[in-house]
């Protein structure tokens, strides 16, 4: 008897911890980060969009803390840059697919599926939610800033 107490026992905490873990996964995060990662953007330098016009891989020896997650730079100036005035370089909507939040969802984003607008950083999905988005971007834009950061609840 006492065996099957303890064997309940056990299920019952396993099922208890694996809840409260299962639960932790899903927490959505102001900064989009891949699972079992604390990088932003995939590691791509935001500072780069707006210096070079395109995706470049940082580096982890330039990296920062910003909003939780961790931040790679191709060099220390834009490391630099962007510690300055974080705002300006970080991604929209934290990196999630802007698309998605215009539509109050959230999904992971591609670093080569981004656009600047009005000198602000947006990221999609996918080349095809890129082609959604940049047909109707301002509608969608003043609808994703209603939309977040509830979106994250």
Request: charged content about 20%; glycine content about 4%.
């Amino acid at each position: 008897m006492a065996r099957l107490l303890s064997v309940r026992y056990l299920m019952g905490l396993f099922l208890v911890c694996s809840s409260v873990l299962f639960n932790v996964a899903l927490a959505k995060e102001p900064v989009y980060t891949r699972f079992l990662s604390n990088v932003a953007v995939s590691g791509y330098d935001t500072v780069a969009y707006f210096t070079e016009g395109k995706p470049v891989k940082g580096d982890k020896a330039h990296s920062a803390e910003y909003q939780g997650a961790t931040w790679y730079f191709k060099n220390a100036e834009n490391r630099a840059l962007f510690l300055s005035t974080p705002e300006k370089y970080a991604p929209q909507y934290g990196g999630y697919c802007a698309w998605a939040v215009a539509q109050n969802k959230t999904a992971s984003a591609d670093p080569y599926q981004w656009s600047i607008v009005n000198s602000k950083l947006y990221l999609n999905y996918d080349a095809e939610v890129q082609a959604r988005w940049a047909k109707d971007k301002d509608t969608l834009i003043q609808q994703a800033d209603k939309n977040w950061p509830d979106v994250l609840n």
